[in-house]
Nanobody
């Protein structure tokens, strides 16, 4: 079992930056080979994939809407994953969820979800 806790959300003006963190517990990330990622859900919309990272950080994937603006990274020694969000737009407003799965190829169908953290971008 993996527990995921997000932090770092908040209110920011358009063009600004925020950094989200996800702390994992229950099993260490690298030893059990968990890939991780981020999803988001805007009001009235379905949850959508944002970014993913493999266990050894060798592979990353991004939604087209965030490419070039968001950067995903992880620190396995600290069981933590990050999402650096730059050049934020009002349409990035959503609840952001940390996710995990044993297999990188299946990260878009996550096995584990965090509770979410709110990101609000004002225009």
């Amino acid at each position: 079992q993996v527990q995921l806790v997000e932090s770092g959300g908040g209110l920011v003006q358009a063009g600004g930056s925020l950094s989200l963190s996800c702390a994992a517990s229950g099993r260490t990330l690298s030893s059990y080979d968990y890939s991780m990622g981020w999803f988001r859900q805007a009001p009235g919309k379905e949850r959508e994939f944002v970014a993913a990272i493999s266990t050894n950080s060798g592979s990353t994937d991004y939604a087209d809407s965030v490419k070039g603006r968001f950067t995903i990274s992880r620190n396995n020694a600290k069981n933590t994953m990050f999402l650096q969000m730059n050049s934020l737009k009002p349409e990035d407003t959503a609840v952001y969820y940390c996710v995990a799965h044993r297999f990188y190829g299946a990260i878009k169908s996550p096995a584990y979800w965090g509770q979410g953290t709110q990101v609000t971008v004002s225009s």
